[in-house]
């Protein structure tokens, strides 16, 4: 390839709340020739086919926890893979629930896929390769392909447990995905001076008017804004991009951006919609 190829695009912005704008969450990172998708939320096919990056090109799919709407898009990523010439699917996946729904993606489809065989001579059937790793909040090595590097830290999900966020380091630039999170030093620090940084991230007013309410607890183990900024300014993080937005943007994302800046983030910044994409 002649053209820097790099790129991050937003697969999904949104949550578990159905928005016909917001896919579920998700992130495909391309670098140095390889594509990685982390999570794989309601439509990342669709967004995948969208950004012209076909599902059965994929080299691997990061996984960061079991929360619903970060996983079930990947039956149809895994079976869509296999249809399209690709039978083998890499997941990694931090050992627990997460590595175990992953392992067990297929056991549904049995009858589905026994069919396809038989009526259409299907070539063998879907797997998947499920690497797992003990998380750690020490960041750790968890897959590579020639010089691309992936490295994981347990983050603060609780009570998800396991949660991780991922680091993807190549010879042309580096790429931190959040996964779900409070703010932490975990992630900070897996995220000095990356190139780009897409974290999640909940609005501090949301909070404040939550107390109390049912939407406490939702609230409480999600990114504030404002910490956001302050965090992402000290790691110095080249390009923020923000996602999987609580609560959803009803009128546009400035509130979001507003609360980070005041957090003194004065890098580049993007509050990304489904398929907003960053280039280098
Ligand atoms: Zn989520
Ligand atoms: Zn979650």
Known sequence: MSEPSNRVVLTGTGVPVPDPDRAGAGTLVELDGVRLQVDAGRGTVQRLTAAMAPVQTLDVLLLTHHHSDHLTGL???????????????????????????AAGILDQWQDDIAVRIEHAGHDGSPSVDVVTFEPSSSPSEVWHSGAVSVTAVSVHHEPVLPAVAYRIDGPSGSVVVSGDTTVCSEVELLATDVDVLVHEVRLRAFAEQSVGTHYEPIAGYHADAVDLGASAERAGVGHLVLTHYIPIPVNGHQAFVDEVRSGGYSGRLIAGDDLTTVRW
């Open 75 to 101: 039956a149809d990523l895994v079976l869509s893979r296999w249809l399209a010439g690709a039978p083998r699917t890499t997941i990694v996946a931090p050992a627990g629930p997460t590595a175990r729904f």
